[in-house]
């Protein structure tokens, strides 16, 4: 059965729905990433086209089926960090409809992603632009604290994404 996971914005997303992705994703993401993608949007309430941008912004091409080959499907790099990575090799990301869940209760504020403790206060804040447009939803990613980039391509591809 479906779990609950209760979001910052007061709703709940049931554990288990999907969303539809956009068009593009068949040929920028690898069939692992569009499984996830597809759960974290309807898990989260995130757009698909901002999720399907924020895979491709972690991980695309070679490096995307290299993971896939691997059954890694850590598509946001949870653990993955500037000085170290923590939990890679849990079995919370042998597939990609797990891996979705454990993302979306981490982002959630839940502890779902064993050995690296529960998401900061800027990360849970992503999840409380659910249902806002993309670009606040952009915002909020790159204003995370994610990546110490800070995303600067994210705008172009959600743009190229559709």
């Known amino acids: ?3 609950a996971v209760p979001s910052p914005n007061g ?6 729905q ?3 992705l956009p068009a593009s994703a068949s040929t920028l993401l690898t069939s692992g990433q569009q499984q996830f993608a597809s ?4 898990d989260t ?3 698909s086209s901002v999720v399907t941008a924020w895979l491709l912004a972690e991980e695309s091409g070679g490096a995307a089926t290299s993971r896939q080959s691997s059954n890694n499907n850590d598509w946001l790099n949870i653990g993955y960090t500037d000085s170290a990575t923590y939990g890679s090799s849990d079995s919370v990301w042998g597939s990609p409809t797990a891996a979705a869940d ?6 959630a504020g839940q502890n779902t992603i064993p050995g690296y403790g529960t998401a900061s206060s800027g990360i849970q804040s992503i999840l409380q632009t659910a249902g806002q447009s993309p670009a606040a939803q952009i915002a909020a990613i790159q204003g995370s604290g994610w990546s110490s980039s800070g ?10 994404v559709g």
């Open 11 to 16: 709703g709940v997303a049931l554990a288990g």
């Open 1 to 3: 059965g479906a779990a």
């Open 151 to 160: 995303y600067p391509d994210l705008p172009s591809l959600v743009a190229q």
């Open 45 to 47: 309430g995130l757009s």
């Open 39 to 42: 759960r974290l949007a309807g």
């Open 18 to 20: 999907s969303a539809v």
């Open 102 to 107: 454990a993302t979306a209760g981490w982002l």
